[in-house]
């Protein structure tokens, strides 16, 4: 499993378990919440009215049919309450009370009840002795919903308990509000969810976001192409990725100087030899025109070794590059033009025809030296390896996002074995008119140009002969 997904279900996992023991025991505490609140104003009430009902019998005046009618207007009187989303009808609050001895001598809601013996009922009972009298029936034993609250207060007649005053309040109202109330933390559960598991996501991405950078940065070292550090913050992931890039400096600087010092001493010793081999023999005494042709070749071998030394100079100065030091907009066409002007006395030498096959004019983004190199080594290859009275083709020509410069020759091609060699350092072929062979870093020093344009080059046979190379730039630099 990878690492973000690991992060991400273990703060899920945890969000899940904190979020169902929060969610689950507030949806089991919001009904105690709600009857405690509902039991605190059926306090007031009930000490309110056995305050009154005290004083109707001291004053003589207590009538219990009075009681009657009068809660049988108020139970006949239909409400329109509005109460937050409740819309509530019906006076649902029932009164009873009691002598001093718990006998039934009134009850708002069961007339026929009077006379009955409820001292045995919590409320009534603990009242009864001083105490604070409370209880909840619930009507079906089963059912929560079903429960009522009874609240009592004494009624006292010259400072003795002289009855009981019981409100009742069925928990209906209660249900309805604890629907609404759960139905609210039901939707905003979900809400925090949704927020949570997006905000997992995005905590995710940006915590494994460098990682993939840096993985992928690794990978690019690793399969030799040009890469360069990613941006990272100041985390212990940038910390890590600037200590890879240091460490990967020092491993490229070490293995760059081995193998260009194995390369060069490879090189230079073919060169080497002749020069020494020449410069023995003019120590004898040999005709004027053997001692000038000795002398013709360590000037020939000691130029190639300038030459090699050169293109190897440019060459390392590219490949220690990362991204390109100027970066300007080039008239591709107007730069080709000029390369072709430069080298036009050599394709006269040669009496190569020369074929431009312009789709258009385009301006692109990049060093306008490496490209003016990039393109005279393209062409001057393929002039080098054209027969005499053969034909060259300059193609500019726009393919999706992408410029092409195809340059195209009669010559013999690329030998089978070749292909995979052609763009490695320090590999050449005989050219054929001369056997002669170059540094063999021309095509090296274009794959390089190409990598630091974001672009590519490829080089093809041509059907029935010749060879085709394409030079791929984006039009826009990432």
Not at 131 to 158: C, H, W
Not at 177 to 189: P, Y
Not at 428 to 434: A, K, V
């Amino acid at each position: 499993m990878k690492l973000g997904s690991k992060i991400l279900l273990s703060y899920l996992l945890i969000f899940s378990l904190g979020i169902y023991f929060l969610v689950h025991g507030e949806r089991q505490n919001i009904r105690f919440r709600y009857l405690e609140g509902v039991e605190d104003a059926l306090v007031d009430q009930a000490r309110v009215l056995a305050s009154f009902i005290s004083s109707e019998i001291e004053a003589d005046n207590f009538s219990p049919e009075k009681l009657h009618m009068l809660f049988g207007r108020i139970y006949g009187t239909k409400l329109s309450a509005q109460i937050y989303k409740m819309n509530k009808e019906r006076v649902d609050v029932r009164v009873y009370i009691t002598d001093k001895n718990g006998i039934l001598i009134f009850d708002s809601k069961k007339k026929d009840a009077i006379g009955s013996d409820y001292s045995q009922w919590r409320d009534v009972h603990l009242t009864l002795q001083g105490k604070y009298g409370a209880r909840s029936t619930q009507e079906d034993p089963y059912n929560p919903a079903t429960s009522t609250l009874f609240v009592a207060a004494p009624i006292m007649i010259n400072n003795d308990i002289g009855g009981v005053l019981t409100v009742a309040k069925p928990t209906t109202s209660i249900n309805n509000f604890l629907k609404i109330a759960k139905l609210r933390i039901k939707i905003r559960s979900f809400a925090v969810i949704f927020f949570v598991i997006s905000a997992s996501i995005i905590i995710m991405l940006l915590i494994t976001r460098p990682i993939k950078l840096l993985t992928r940065y690794a990978n690019y070292i690793r399969e030799g192409k040009k890469a360069e550090l990613p941006k990272l913050d100041r985390s212990e992931i940038g910390d890590m990725g600037r200590a890879f890039e240091k460490m990967r400096e020092a491993l490229e600087g070490k293995k760059y100087v081995e193998k260009y010092v194995q390369a060069l001493t490879h090189e230079i010793k073919s060169p080497i030899s002749a020069i020494q081999g020449a410069s023995e023999l003019l120590e004898e005494e040999m005709p004027p025109e053997q001692r000038s042709r000795f002398l013709t070749n360590i000037q020939n071998e000691t130029d190639r070794i300038q030459q090699l030394v050169d293109r190897m100079l440019a060459l390392s100065s590219l490949e220690s590059r990362n991204s390109l030091d100027k970066n300007e907009a080039v008239p591709f066409k107007e730069l080709v033009d000029d390369v072709l002007e430069s080298i036009m006395p050599i394709l006269s030498q040669n009496r190569l025809k020369m074929v431009k096959n312009y789709e258009k004019d385009v301006t692109i983004m990049g060093d306008s030296f490496l490209l003016r190199q990039a393109v005279s080594n393209l062409v001057q290859n393929a002039s080098d390896f054209s027969p005499p009275d053969s034909q060259l083709t300059i193609t500019i020509k726009t393919e999706k996002d992408n410029l092409q410069f195809i340059v195209e020759d009669q010559g013999p091609g690329l030998q089978d074995f070749a292909h995979e060699k052609v763009f490695e350092k320090f590999f050449s072929m005989q050219r054929p008119g001369n056997g002669k062979k170059s540094t063999g870093l021309g095509l090296n020093f274009v794959k390089e140009i190409a990598n630091l344009h974001n672009g590519s080059i490829h080089l093809e046979n041509r059907t029935p002969q010749g060879a085709r190379a394409v030079l791929t730039l984006p039009l826009k630099r990432s």
